[in-house]
């Protein structure tokens, strides 16, 4: 069975740093993505890995700020976010995808689902 567990969430003041982890099991996936949602709202992409690491990938709103990397062994992902802010509160999951030429920043090209992991930035 292929399941992907997130952890790491929390509460903390804006300027602060989190570190999320993301764990696949029953498969490596190529390609894993973050993306956040808020209530009302559409899961949106935070960013992408691709293989061990050489290519990654960000969404403006996070770019300098946050770092997607594999850890050892490869089923695990991490997302180190720096410098949060409020506007950064949601609900991060992470997705595993199957290999395609151009990497997808949309959910629907993700087939594997985490249950998410809460992130709350305080100002």
């Known amino acids: 069975q292929v399941q992907l567990v997130e952890s790491g969430g929390g509460l903390v003041q804006a300027g602060d740093s989190l570190r999320l982890s993301c764990v696949s099991s029953?498969?490596?996936?190529?390609?894993v993505a973050w993306f956040r949602q808020v209530p009302g709202k559409e899961r949106d992409f935070v960013a992408w890995?691709?293989?061990?690491?050489?290519?990654?990938g960000y969404a403006d709103s996070v770019k300098g700020r946050f770092t997607i990397s594999r850890g050892n062994p490869e089923t695990t992902v991490y997302l180190q976010m720096n410098s949060l802010k409020p506007e950064d509160t949601a609900v991060y999951y992470c997705?595993?995808?199957?290999?395609?030429?151009?990497?997808?920043?949309?959910?629907?090209?993700?087939?594997?689902w985490g249950q998410g992991t809460q992130v709350t930035v305080s100002s």
């Open positions: 997705a595993g995808g199957p290999v395609t030429r151009v990497v997808s920043t949309t959910p629907r090209g993700y087939d594997y």
């Open positions: 029953g498969r490596i996936f190529s390609t």
């Open positions: 890995i691709r293989g061990s690491g050489g290519s990654t």
